[in-house]
């Protein structure tokens, strides 16, 4: 049984990923952090990806599709926690009918998280995030205790290029166009649970508990 987290930008997919995968034997699927490796090595797929990460911008289904295809081949019995995937109706279509086609291990639930804008907004602006292990803090309520340096692993920490005011907003924009419709898509399965995404992230994890395997 897989889960889909999702949610707008900042909604806390990340952080609640994290503590998720210490307490369950799950797998964590971050398009976001697959797409954000394959432009640090350079890869075609970075490439190619680039452009539209820094400006906030959606990477085209076809992309982001394959990329999972390819996980799911090679991973047939993994129970999957989806963080940022999927993101658009050709995508949540495209998850679904791999699932029917290639592994046993259907979505369990849709755990949404439910943020208001302006929460978004410090937190997005606040962020920073290691360059090595991609541990990720916030400039005021879970600051690094050295400036700049991961309390985890020592690597570089830095604000990510789509964290910045402009970037934001057009990403907020493809939440709302794109995304937002999920929300229906996994209502009409039956598979949609809102989950309030405000308190500290302890917090917020202990309504996401029950939902884990
Ligand atoms: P991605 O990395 O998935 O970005 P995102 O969805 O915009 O989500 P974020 O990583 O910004 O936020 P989050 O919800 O994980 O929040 P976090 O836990 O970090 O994608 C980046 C880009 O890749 C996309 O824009 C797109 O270009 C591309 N991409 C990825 N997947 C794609 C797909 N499927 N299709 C097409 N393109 C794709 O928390 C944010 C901050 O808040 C942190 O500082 C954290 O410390 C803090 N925080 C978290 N929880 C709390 C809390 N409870 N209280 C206080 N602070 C908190």
Do not use: W
């Not at 599709?65 to 993101?87: A, M, Q, Y």
Request: hydrophobic fraction near 35%.
């Amino acid at each position: 049984m897989s889960l889909v987290l999702f949610g707008p930008p900042g909604a806390g997919k990340g952080t609640q990923s994290s503590l998720m995968l210490e307490s369950s034997s799950m797998v964590h699927v971050s398009t976001g952090q697959m797409v954000r490796d394959a432009i640090q090595n350079k890869t075609p797929l970075g490439i190619e990806a680039q452009s539209y990460v820094d400006a906030g911008k959606l990477v085209p289904d076809s992309v982001v599709i394959g990329l999972i295809r390819e996980l799911l081949d090679k991973n047939k019995t993994v129970n999957f926690i989806f963080d940022g995937f999927p993101r658009t109706l050709p995508q949540a279509e495209a998850l679904e009918q791999q699932i029917i086609d290639v592994t046993a291990q259907p979505i369990h639930k849709a755990l949404f998280l439910e943020v208001p804008q302006q929460m978004l907004l410090e937190r997005l602006t606040g962020r920073r995030v290691c360059k090595n292990c991609a541990a990720t803090y916030h400039v005021q309520s879970t600051p690094t205790k050295v400036e700049a340096v991961c309390d985890k692993c020592g690597g570089e920490v830095y604000q990510r290029k789509d964290d910045a005011p402009e970037a934001i907003e057009t990403r907020l924009e493809a939440y709302e166009k794109s995304t937002a419709p999920l929300k229906e898509f996994y209502q009409k399965k039956g598979l949609f649970v809102s989950v309030d995404g405000v308190g500290n992230s302890k917090d917020v994890f202990e309504r996401l508990r029950p939902y884990l395997k």
